[in-house]
C-alpha cells in the first residue's frame, strides 16, 4: 500500500484532473447513502428503535415498483374514460413509484404496530432480533418468488450523460440518474428538516425521542406515532431502495449492503442526527471512490466498515451527535 | 419427580447408537448439528449469558474454521492437533471483538460494530488468496486423529460426539460457577454489578473470550466436516442462522442451545421433502424467531422446564 501512495505521488499531476470526476460520482452514490441513513434517522428519532431490518425494506421498495409497474401500466391502457385520459399524461412509473411508496408505508405502520409494539417495552436484544427476522422473511419471500432470475428495472428516462465541467481536457460526466438522485434527496432533507423542526408534528416526535413516558402523560398517543413514523421510514427506505435499483440492479441480497453503508452513514454523522447522516452519507460516498481509486479498490468495499470501526472506537458520538458509550 | 441431573448422561449414551440406523447423508447431518451445538453454545454466552448484542458470532466461527484449514494445508498437521489453536484463535478474536464492549460502546452500537467486523473478516478471506484459497476456497484434507482418517461420517461422529460433550459439560460447570453468576449479574444490571465488586471489564473480556474459543472448536469441526471453505459459508446468512438456533432454543439456557441446534440444523433437511416448500428456508427461520419472540421469549427450553425443573438452568449448587 506504501508504494501505492509513493506512485500516487509522484504521478500527482496525471492523477490530479481525475478527481472532480471522483468527487462527482462519489456526491451521487453518498446521496442515496445518505437517503438511507435519513430513514433511518427518522425512524430512531421517533421511536429510539435502531432497525436492523431496514435494509430488506429498502430492497423491498425497489420490488414494490417493479411488481407494480406491469399492472399500472396495464390499467392505463385499459380504462378510457375521462379519469384514464387524465391518467395517461402521467407517466406511469410515477404512478407505480406512489403506489410503492403508499406500500411500503402500510407495512412500516403494520410492522411497528403488530410486531414491534408488543415487546417495545422488552429488553433491546428482542428489538433487534424481531427488525433482524422481518427482515429476513421479507427477504426469504421475495427470494423464493424472485430470486432465481436477474431482472432490471424499468426506467423511467433513457440514459444520458452531461460534461459537468472541463479542466485540462479532462471532462466531468454525471448521468441524468444522478442529477435527479441528488435533487430527490435534497429535497427530501429539505421537507424532512422543516417537518421536524417547524412543525407541531415534528415537536411531538422531539418531544418522544426525548421520554415516551412523559409524552404519553401530556396526552399524546405514542403508539399512533410511533406507527406513523415508521411508516414515513419505510417509505423514504423505499425511494432509496428505488433509486438504489436504477443505479445497481434488483437483488434480493442487496439489504445487508445497504444497512452497512447505512449505518456508517449514520455513525459518522451521529445517531439522531437529520444532516448529520446526510453528511455522512457524502462523505462515505466520496471516500469509497477517491481512496478505490488512488490507493486500493479495496477500499470500495471496505471504506464503510472501517468508518463504523474507527469512528465508534474513537468518537463514538460522531461528528454531530450525543452520547453513545458509557463507562465502565 | 426429583431426577438426578446424572440422567443427562443417557443422552450422549443413547446417541451412540445412531451410526447403527442411519445411512451417510443423515449421519452428515447429525455431525453439522453437533457442530451447530457449539456455535449456539458458544454465541449463548455472550447474548444470552452476559446479554449483550454482538453480531462477531460468525466471524469467530469463520476463523476457527479457516485456523483449522491453513494448519492442516500449510503446516501439514494432523487435524486433532489443530482443534485447539483454532479455538484460541477464535478466542483471540473474540478479545478483539470484547475491545468495543470495554471502550463503553454497547447496545446497537456494539451491534453495528461487530456486524462490520465480522464482514471485514469475510473480506479478509477473500482477499489473502495464498492462504485461505480467497474467493474459490479452501480444500481441507481428510481429518486425522492420532494418525487414523476419519474417513467416513461415522467415524468422524465418535469423535465429534467426544469433543461436544467435553465443551458443553465445561461449559456448563463454568457457568454453574461464580463466573456464571456475574455473567448474569452484569447482564441484569451492569452498574449494580459493578457496585458489587464483580470486576466488569474482566468478565466482558472472559466472556467474549469463552464464546469465541466455543465458537473456534465449532469451526474447527466444521473445516473437518464440510472439507471445502469457502468465504460465502460465514456471511451474514450464517449469522441469521446463530440467531435463530439460540432464539428458538432459548436465551441464556445451555439445554436451548442444544434444543434450537437440533431443531434450525434438521429444518432444511425436512424442507426438503416438500416440493412447494424448496428455497423457503429464509422466510421459515424469520417467522419462527418473529413468533417466538412475540409469544414464548425464553424459547422452548422454557417449555422443557415446565415439565420438570431438571431442564432449568441451574447457577449456583445445593
Keep these: ?328 | 419427580m426429583k431426577l438426578n441431573r446424572s440422567i443427562f448422561w443417557i443422552f450422549p449414551l443413547l446417541v451412540l447408537a445412531l451410526p447403527l440406523v442411519l445411512n451417510q447423508y443423515l449421519q452428515y447431518v447429525v455431525n453439522l448439528i453437533l457442530v451447530y451445538i457449539l456455535v449456539g453454545v458458544g454465541f449463548n454466552i455472550v447474548v444470552g449469558n452476559l446479554g449483550q448484542l454482538a453480531f462477531s458470532n460468525v466471524a469467530f466461527f469463520g476463523i476457527g474454521a479457516y485456523a483449522s484449514g491453513i494448519l492442516t494445508t500449510q503446516l501439514g498437521m494432523p487435524w486433532w492437533l489443530t482443534v485447539i489453536p483454532a479455538g484460541l484463535c477464535g478466542a483471540l478474536a473474540g478479545c478483539a471483538a470484547s475491545i468495543p464492549a470495554l471502550r463503553g460502546v454497547r447496545l446497537f452500537y456494539l451491534a453495528i460494530m461487530t456486524l462490520a467486523f465480522g464482514e471485514l473478516m469475510r473480506w479478509l478471506y477473500i482477499r489473502t488468496p495464498g492462504l485461505t484459497g480467497g474467493s474459490m476456497g479452501l480444500t481441507v484434507p481428510e481429518p486425522a486423529v492420532f494418525g487414523w482418517m476419519l474417513t467416513t461420517e461415522y467415524h468422524k461422529f465418535y469423535v465429534f460426539l467426544f469433543i461436544v460433550v467435553v465443551v458443553v459439560i465445561a461449559t456448563s460447570r463454568l457457568l454453574e460457577s461464580r463466573i456464571g453468576r456475574a455473567f448474569l449479574a452484569i447482564k441484569n444490571d451492569e452498574n449494580a454489578a459493578a457496585a458489587m465488586g464483580i470486576p466488569t471489564g474482566q468478565y466482558f473480556l472472559l466472556a467474549f473470550a469463552l464464546s469465541g474459543f466455543v465458537v473456534g472448536i465449532g469451526g474447527s469441526m466444521y473445516a473437518a466436516l464440510v472439507g471445502h471453505l469457502s468465504p460465502e459459508d460465514f456471511d451474514l446468512i450464517q449469522v441469521i442462522l446463530h440467531f435463530a438456533i439460540i432464539m428458538v432454543g432459548g436465551l441464556g439456557s445451555l439445554i436451548g442451545s442444544i434444543l434450537g441446534s437440533i431443531l434450525i440444523t434438521a429444518t432444511p433437511e425436512v424442507i426438503r421433502h416438500f416440493e412447494w416448500l424448496v428455497g423457503s428456508e429464509e422466510w421459515i427461520f424469520g417467522v419462527s424467531i418473529i413468533v417466538v419472540i412475540l409469544f414464548l421469549p425464553r424459547g422452548l427450553s422454557s417449555l422443557l422446564a415446565k415439565v420438570n425443573s431438571i431442564f432449568k438452568d441451574r447457577y449456583y449448587r445445593n
Design chain 1, 1 to 328: 500500500m506504501i508504494e501505492q501512495i509513493q506512485s500516487v505521488l509522484t504521478n500527482w499531476d496525471a492523477m490530479l484532473p481525475v478527481l472532480p470526476q471522483l468527487v462527482v460520482s462519489g456526491i451521487a452514490i453518498g446521496m442515496l447513502y445518505a437517503l438511507i441513513a435519513l430513514s433511518m434517522t427518522i425512524l430512531y428519532r421517533a421511536t429510539t428503535v435502531v432497525n436492523f431490518g431496514h435494509g430488506d425494506l429498502v430492497m423491498l421498495g425497489a420490488y414494490a415498483l417493479f411488481i407494480l409497474m406491469p399492472m399500472v401500466t396495464f390499467n392505463i391502457a385499459v380504462e378510457s374514460s375521462a379519469l384514464g385520459l387524465l391518467a395517461s399524461f402521467v407517466p406511469p412509473f410515477l404512478v407505480a413509484l406512489i403506489l410503492s411508496l403508499f406500500v411500503l408505508f402500510a407495512m412500516g405502520y403494520i410492522i411497528h404496530r403488530v410486531f414491534i409494539w408488543p415487546i417495545l417495552k422488552g429488553p433491546h436484544l428482542s428489538l433487534a432480533l424481531m427488525a433482524i427476522a422481518i427482515g429476513y422473511a421479507v427477504r426469504g419471500v421475495i427470494r423464493k418468488e424472485y430470486g432465481k432470475e436477474v431482472l432490471q428495472m424499468p426506467r423511467p428516462f433513457p440514459e444520458q450523460e452531461f460534461e459537468v465541467f472541463n479542466w485540462g481536457g479532462i471532462g466531468t460526466y454525471m448521468t441524468l440518474d444522478e442529477m435527479i438522485f441528488c435533487g430527490v434527496v435534497i429535497v427530501m432533507l429539505l421537507v424532512s428538516y422543516i417537518v421536524f423542526s417547524k412543525t407541531r408534528f415534528g415537536q411531538i416526535v422531539q418531544a418522544m425521542f426525548q421520554t415516551q413516558r412523559g409524552s404519553s402523560l401530556v396526552g399524546i398517543n405514542v403508539m399512533h406515532y410511533n406507527n406513523l413514523i415508521w411508516g414515513v421510514g419505510c417509505s423514504l427506505g423505499a425511494l432509496g431502495g428505488v433509486m438504489l435499483g436504477l443505479a445497481l440492479a434488483l437483488d434480493p441480497d442487496v439489504g445487508v449492503w445497504t444497512l452497512l453503508r447505512g449505518f456508517a452513514a449514520m455513525t459518522l454523522g451521529g445517531f439522531g442526527s437529520l444532516y448529520g447522516a446526510v453528511i455522512g452519507g457524502l462523505i462515505i460516498g466520496i471516500l469509497e471512490k477517491v481512496l478505490g481509486v488512488f490507493i486500493s479498490t479495496a477500499f470500495i468495499e471496505i471504506t464503510c466498515y472501517l468508518v463504523i470501526i474507527l469512528v465508534l472506537l474513537i468518537r463514538p458520538k460522531g461528528l454531530f451527535g450525543q452520547h453513545a458509550t458509557l463507562r465502565i
